[in-house]
């Protein structure tokens, strides 16, 4: 009972133990990731851009010195100062402000987005870093082996049941799981790169992966219908919403403009005459109305927006049949790894009862080392694969997860 307990803690906890671990680097790639903080970046800017638009036109100011003066009845004119300000149509400045919003919410999409494919790859490399450091764990377990049985193999040979070649092939056999090993070793090398530029880390910086990881009992139900709500939908549906608000914001311009103004002219007085409005400074208030008559560009901006509009349906349409298929993929992929991850399992305890014969059969003194390297590579065989049908397992819930989560 206490030996199953401890199993079952075991397989309770690493898979719990594996998720903190892969979240908190996640996090930190979120924080560190020179590209995530560009995308941040772009929506600030555009939220920036609300602020930009929520104006109204320049002021206009004008100054002129007559250089004929002309003359009034008042006085000669002297020079004239003019000030004017244009008005948009009523709820032009709003619509402004609402396309602005909706680009802004366009972009926070887009940053939604960057940040699961971000994860995503985050976590597809910290499974290939699992990868190499299990197949470099069993390979070592199975030098060790190797070296038993090579021990055993002298032994043998000094009593006559072993021949020189039975020891020397046991070596061969050593030299290239090291060879092997070796190689694993520049692997993790390489990847640990990759996944330390993802951190936006030093390259050398020291990275924890779990030495063992275990599948889960068994999967949630995944529906195609789950990806309704995906990011990469959604961005479709604000980027609808800003050509609908663009389009309002298309009317509204096509309205006429109100301007209102003032112009102040300083009159010189006459000196030789004597009356009441003598050399009065004219004070001109004024209005003026901006109508687009020639409105051909914005009957071209309605219909520029209805084909964007179509177009952004189409895009949609043709995404989600990607996802779905992708998820689809996903799926079966993860299947097939739990169905291999399942028969690697079986055949391991089959050639560990296989092993066991051959080393009661060396209490006898009839092993055949021939058949321990046979065995001892169809050990290291499964082994691998079931250390690929775990990788591979995880690699695809990842995908499965920036999918429908």
């Known amino acids: 009972m206490r030996y199953f307990l401890i199993i079952g803690i075991i397989l309770f906890t690493l898979p719990r133990m594996s998720a903190q671990q892969l979240q908190s680097y996640i996090l930190e790639a979120e924080t560190n990731n020179p590209e995530i903080q560009a995308f941040e970046l772009r929506y600030n800017i555009a939220e920036e851009k609300i602020n930009e638009v929520n104006t109204l036109p320049d002021t206009e100011f004008g100054a002129g010195y007559f250089v004929s003066e002309p003359e009034t009845r008042t006085g000669a004119q002297r020079a004239r100062f003019s000030v004017k300000q244009m008005l948009p149509w009523f709820g032009t400045i709003t619509a402004r402000e609402n396309y602005a919003s909706s680009m802004a919410e366009a972009e926070y999409v887009e940053m939604v987005i960057a940040k699961r494919k971000l994860a995503l790859s985050v976590s597809q490399a910290y499974y290939r870093l699992y990868g190499i450091k299990a197949k470099q764990k069993v390979l070592e377990n199975n030098i060790q082996l190797l070296e038993t049985y090579e021990r055993l193999a002298l032994t043998s040979l000094e009593v006559g049941n072993a021949s020189a070649v039975d020891v020397l092939r046991l070596q061969i056999r050593q030299n290239e799981l090291q060879q092997q090993k070796e190689i694993l070793r520049e692997d993790f090398i390489a990847q640990k790169v990759e996944f330390n530029n993802l951190l936006n880390k030093e390259k050398a910086a020291p990275i924890t992966v779990v030495d063992s990881m275990v599948l889960p009992i068994q999967e949630l139900s995944v529906s195609s219908q789950d990806l309704t709500l995906h990011p990469e939908l959604l961005k479709y549906e604000k980027l609808y919403e800003s050509i609908t608000q663009s389009e309002a914001l298309n009317q509204k311009e096509s309205l006429p403009n109100l301007g209102f103004g003032l112009d102040y002219i300083p009159v010189e007085k006459r000196p030789d005459m004597n009356f009441g409005d003598n050399g009065k400074d004219i004070l001109m208030p004024m209005v003026s109305v901006s109508i687009p008559i020639f409105n051909n560009k914005y009957n071209s901006r309605t219909r520029q927006n209805e084909l964007r ?33 399942d028969i690697q399992l079986k055949n391991l305890e089959q050639a560990e009862d296989a092993e066991d014969i051959l080393i009661r059969n060396y209490e006898t003194g009839t092993i055949n080392f021939n058949d321990v390297l046979d065995i001892q590579e169809l050990q290291l065989k499964f082994q691998i694969s079931q250390i690929e049908s775990i990788k591979m397992y995880y690699v695809q819930s990842a995908i499965i997860n920036y999918l429908i989560n």
């Open 309 to 341: 509009q179509q177009e952004i349906n189409m895009q949609k349409e043709e995404r989600l049949n990607k996802l779905e298929t992708l998820l689809s993929q996903a799926v079966q992929s993860r299947n097939s790894a739990r169905i291999s991850y």
